[in-house]
């Protein structure tokens, strides 16, 4: 599913910053995986490669069989509406639309047409317990109905791969754990699940935590 | 198309004070120009007004005296125009044609029984009135027609001033009114716009030869031009007509006091020429306002795209190619534009109809003082269409910047932003 070799990645911000040294990774479809590693080992470098949302310098990527390298904008843009969702710490909903038109608006730059992405839309948020919801402003939703939004928008598409920055980093522990519940219920019904985190409670609750320790993979410990 | 309209529609209404404020410059740019060009036309309409009733492409030629030896003959020698020209000039020039010779005599008074008015005198042919402003009204007689000129009869039309003057309110027509111990039946009255002291009153051109000039020629010759439209043809035309008539007279073509010549189509250029000049004015301050206005919407369009920065990067990461983030903000741009434009313009067309009610339609003038300034301050409907694919192009110009920018966003810097 998700094939990284050899990958290297320097940024240049004055100094030069080598992040990713020779990393080699491989997903396989299903799998719900968890990157934990310490702040700037590069575990967020890795999840934007992984996203389509950056370049790397040297090596392969593969998603699905198909090498990711030096896409032109479009492309990626259109990569990533079809094969990735995003869930993110801070949800990154669109604070003046509706939870349903936040749902529905991966579909609209698939050119579903309106009435139909509506519909499915509603299909994921009513999966998510949030049917009734439909209708509110982010603002007028708790941290975890958030992300549940947050996580209903990335599976419209029905990607590939589900990818989770911190999924957990703004809400309490009770919350915490039922978003998680969550993503391993999604997993259950066969998404592929990347989650970078630095808690070790919600890397437990994947199959397989990867540690990146100096831009490499440090351990792999399956559950 | 619709879902796009319905997405950008969306946003601008939940930023519905934003909206308002980008769109207001944008109406206000074009209001000021709609009302702008109103005035500018108002005034045009107005000046034109005052030659409405005048024909605007005739020439007059008056005789003087050579200033310049030529071919032996010496300076200071008189040019007569006489009844050779008319033919002369229609068989010279295929422009020319409705040649009206005159013949203008001043000094006697006109004399009604003890009642006198001062005026000119005039021998005219009937065509006379295609080249002046000559107004018969219903119930006023007629003009000179051309059994009078047959007939060499002693037959006036008087000027309403004229008439006036020697008549009170009793009806001149069939009376006999004296000028210079010669009795002439008043055959019609005419009015005209001309406010001058001394107002003509016409016999006709054979009667007036016969009586008081049987030698002398005439005092002026008028015709009237076809198919002259740009300055060049008219002073092309008017250096033709001297070297022709030069040559029949035998004086240079060069000697401007052998004949003096005054064209009113260059006049009417002329005039035409400060009003494009007006127009352009208004047109160069209109779309200054306008471009304030673009760069108030592009302005404020740059902050709303630095607010949005985060909703671009979320847009980008589930999905949002370039093209769709450009035409997103352009698009956002041109609707605003457009329809606060459109506002603006209404109100524009409004405010010149309203103006154009409340005056009213011209009045004839009915002294010198009361020359017509300002008239029908509308804007043509071609106006309208030039200024929405102005509204469009300024639409476009607007957004652009600020769409560029969106699309720079990049994703992951703008989800990094909290």
Not at chain 2, 37 to 49: D, Q, S
Not at chain 2, 71 to 85: C, F, H, I, N
Not at chain 2, 170 to 187: E, H, Q, R, S, T
Request: proline share 4%.
């Amino acid at each position: 599913m998700i094939r990284l070799e050899d990958i290297n990645k320097t940024y240049y911000n004055g100094a030069a910053l080598h992040v990713l040294k020779g990393l080699n990774l491989d997903i396989e479809d299903g799998e719900f995986v968890a990157i934990m590693g310490a702040s700037g080992s590069g575990k967020s470098t890795l999840l934007n490669i992984v996203g389509i949302l950056d370049d790397y310098d040297t090596g392969s990527y593969y998603l699905n069989g198909k090498l990711i390298r030096e896409l032109s904008e479009k492309d990626a843009a259109v990569y990533r509406n079809k094969l990735i969702g995003f869930v993110f710490q801070s949800f990154n909903l669109i604070s003046f639309k509706t939870a349903l038109e936040n749902v529905a608006l991966p579909l609209y730059y698939m050119g579903v047409r309106r009435g139909k992405r509506n519909r499915i839309a509603m299909e994921y948020l009513e999966k998510m317990g949030l049917a009734e919801w439909a209708d509110h402003l982010p603002s007028a939703l708790s941290g975890g109905q958030k992300q549940r939004v947050a996580i209903a928008r990335a599976l419209v598409t029905n990607p590939q791969v589900i990818l989770a920055d911190e999924p957990t980093g703004a809400l309490d522990s009770q919350t915490s754990i039922e978003v998680m519940e969550l993503l391993q219920q999604v997993n259950r019904e066969g998404m592929t699940i990347v989650m970078v985190t630095h808690d070790p409670e919600m890397a437990s609750m994947s199959q397989k935590i990867i540690k990146i320790r100096d831009g490499i993979i440090g351990s792999i410990e399956h559950q | 198309m619709f879902d796009d309209f319905q997405e950008i529609f969306s946003t601008l209404r939940k930023n519905k004070l934003r909206t308002f404020l980008t769109g207001f410059s944008m109406a206000w740019g074009i209001f000021m120009l709609i009302v702008l060009l109103g005035a500018g036309n108002g005034i045009r309409n107005g000046i034109l007004f005052n030659f409405a009733d005048m024909a605007t492409n005739f020439v007059k030629l008056w005789p003087g005296r050579t200033a310049q030896p030529y071919e032996g003959l010496q300076a200071g020698r008189r040019v007569k125009l006489d009844s050779t020209e008319r033919p002369f000039l229609e068989e010279q020039f295929n422009q020319v044609y409705n040649v009206s010779p005159l013949i203008s005599r001043r000094g006697p008074n006109f004399y009604h029984g003890d009642d006198y008015a001062p005026g000119v005198l005039q021998g005219v042919l009937p065509g006379y009135q295609n080249v002046e402003a000559v107004e018969i009204r219903a119930g006023n007689g007629r003009f000179i027609n051309e059994a009078d000129i047959q007939q060499a009869r002693k037959v006036i039309v008087l000027h309403s001033r004229t008439a006036g003057l020697l008549f009170k309110d009793k009806n001149p027509l069939g009376a006999y009114i004296n000028y210079d111990k010669v009795m002439y039946k008043v055959v019609g009255v005419y009015h005209d716009s001309n406010m001058s002291q001394n107002p003509n009153s016409c016999i006709p051109l054979t009667t007036a030869q016969l009586i008081y000039n049987p030698e002398n020629g005439y005092s002026q010759v008028a015709m009237l031009l076809d198919g002259l439209e740009t300055k060049a043809q008219n002073e092309s035309f008017e250096t033709d007509i001297r070297a022709a008539l030069g040559r029949k007279h035998r004086f240079d073509k060069e000697d401007r006091s052998a004949v003096y010549l005054y064209n009113v189509a260059r006049e009417f250029l002329q005039f035409k020429g400060i009003f494009n000049g007006i127009t352009l004015f208004v047109w160069i301050i209109g779309l200054g306002t306008l471009i304030a206005g673009v760069v108030g919407i592009s302005n404020i369009m740059l902050i709303t795209v630095k607010e949005r920065t985060k909703e671009f990067g979320i847009r980008k990461a589930i999905g949002a190619t370039p093209g769709t983030i450009l035409r997103l903000v352009m698009t956002e741009c041109l609707m605003i534009t457009a329809f606060f434009g459109y506002i603006g313009m209404l109100a524009g067309i409004g405010v010149t109809e309203l103006l154009n009610h409340v005056m009213g339609p011209a009045q004839a003038p009915t002294s010198q003082e009361d020359l017509v300034l300002f008239t029908n301050p509308t804007v043509e409907p071609y106006i309208i269409l030039t200024a929405t694919l102005v509204l469009i192009i300024a639409g476009l110009l607007a957004g652009y910047l600020p769409a560029r920018r969106a699309v720079q966003v990049k994703p992951i810097e703008a989800l990094r932003y909290e």
